[in-house]
Nanobody, 124 residues
């Protein structure tokens, strides 16, 4: 079993910053450290879109809309995923979801669960 606790969402003025955190806890026998993690977001009336991912070996990728402004990172000692969001724009307003993968010994990584989502609101 893997459970997530998200935090860091809130309201901010355009140009401001927020740090989102997604703390994962895994039951004995589940491995997270070498599996991928990512962030997605969904605005009202729009489809959920991928924002950023970090692989189990630390490779990061970003959607074009956030490149240069957002930074994804992970702390494997805490099983925590972060998204540092700078230079926020009104179009960044959305519910942000984290996704983690996990595995057991001798198995490949699979999506364990989605976070509950945290609201980010950016005002002009």
């Amino acid at each position: 079993q893997v459970q997530l606790v998200e935090s860091g969402g809130g309201s901010v003025q355009a140009g401001g910053s927020l740090l989102l955190s997604c703390a994962a806890s895994a039951a004995s026998g589940y491995i997270l450290s070498d599996c991928g993690m990512g962030w997605y977001r969904q605005a009202p009336g729009k489809a959920r879109e991928w924002v950023s991912s970090v692989s189990g070996v630390g490779t990061t990728t970003y959607a074009d809309s956030v490149k240069g402004r957002f930074t994804i990172s992970r702390d494997n000692s805490k099983n925590t995923l972060y998204l540092q969001m700078n230079s926020l724009k009104t179009e960044d307003t959305a519910i942000y979801y984290c996704q983690v993968s996990s595995r057991r010994r001798a198995t490949s990584c699979v999506v364990a669960l989605w976070g509950q989502g945290t609201q980010v609101t950016v005002s002009s």
